[in-house]
């Protein structure tokens, strides 16, 4: 095997999320080790993403058919929406399983330096999915960063203006944490958020 292959797909690999050079080589040689095991199952389901998958006409999520699993469920609460940024913020939601409603991928954040405007994120047809309904909430799941925290208040201003109740998710001290090691910014939102103690 011709040696400068294995060093080109190692450094494609180290581009990935969370993955730098020594565990794309790894990784790259465990699959290599475990071709029959791992190996061929993933380039089979890497081949049939890549021919198969689309952006689920209702919400954003990703899924095989055109409407996804979650949007096709009418156990759901219709009465809720999740707006959250990307994707994986909605596949974090369902694996907690705290939330049954149902969701809308934006696609990103408001962000004047990087010259993301409305237009460019998926705010259009999520105002028309709220125009027919004023008895929706909307649960506004998006990161406090100032992006974050420009977006939501975008959104609360736009969508606030149909009758929905517009929320967003509680900012502050995460379980677990030490007040030392939090920002300042965490330490705002934990007081301003406080809640009886139960």
Same mark, same amino acid.
């Given at each position: 095997?011709?040696?400068?292959?294995? &060093?080109? /797909?190692?450094?494609?690999?180290?581009?990935?999320?969370?993955?730098?050079?020594?565990?794309?080589?790894?990784?790259?040689?465990?699959?290599?080790?475990?071709?029959?095991?791992?190996?061929?199952?993933?380039?089979?389901?890497?081949? $049939?993403?890549?021919?198969?998958?689309?952006?689920?006409?209702?919400?954003?999520?990703?899924?095989? &058919? &055109?409407?996804?699993?979650?949007?096709?469920?009418?156990?759901?609460?219709?009465?809720? /929406?999740? #707006?959250? &940024?990307?994707?994986?913020?909605?596949?974090?939601?369902?694996?907690?399983?705290?939330?049954?409603?149902?969701?809308?991928?934006?696609?990103?954040?408001?962000?004047?330096?990087?010259?993301?405007?409305?237009?460019? /994120?998926?705010?259009?047809?999520?105002?028309?999915? #709220?125009?027919?309904?004023?008895?929706?909430?909307?649960?506004?799941?998006?990161?406090? $960063?100032?992006?974050?925290?420009?977006?939501?208040?975008?959104?609360? $201003?736009?969508?606030?203006?149909?009758?929905?109740? #517009? $929320?967003?998710?509680?900012?502050? #001290?995460?379980?677990?944490?030490?007040?030392?090691?939090?920002?300042?910014?965490?330490?705002?939102?934990?007081?301003?958020?406080?809640?009886?103690?139960?």
């Amino acid at each position: 095997m011709n040696e400068n292959i294995l &060093e080109d /797909l190692t450094k494609k690999l180290s581009k990935l999320p969370g993955l730098g050079p020594r565990s794309a080589r790894r990784i790259l040689f465990h699959l290599i080790k475990n071709k029959e095991n791992f190996l061929k199952p993933i380039i089979h389901e890497l081949i $049939t993403i890549d021919k198969k998958i689309v952006h689920c006409k209702s919400c954003g999520n990703i899924d095989l &058919e &055109e409407y996804c699993y979650i949007c096709m469920d009418k156990n759901r609460n219709q009465d809720l /929406l999740c #707006v959250v &940024e990307n994707i994986p913020d909605l596949w974090a939601l369902e694996r907690s399983g705290i939330y049954r409603g149902n969701y809308h991928v934006l696609g990103g954040v408001l962000s004047a330096i990087d010259g993301v405007n409305p237009d460019q /994120l998926n705010i259009s047809s999520l105002e028309k999915k #709220v125009k027919s309904s004023n008895k929706i909430e909307i649960i506004l799941a998006i990161s406090a $960063t100032l992006d974050g925290q420009t977006t939501s208040h975008y959104l609360s $201003t736009l969508l606030g203006k149909y009758g929905n109740k #517009v $929320t967003r998710l509680a900012h502050g #001290v995460p379980i677990g944490g030490e007040l030392d090691y939090l920002d300042d910014g965490t330490i705002v939102q934990a007081f301003k958020g406080r809640t009886l103690f139960e």
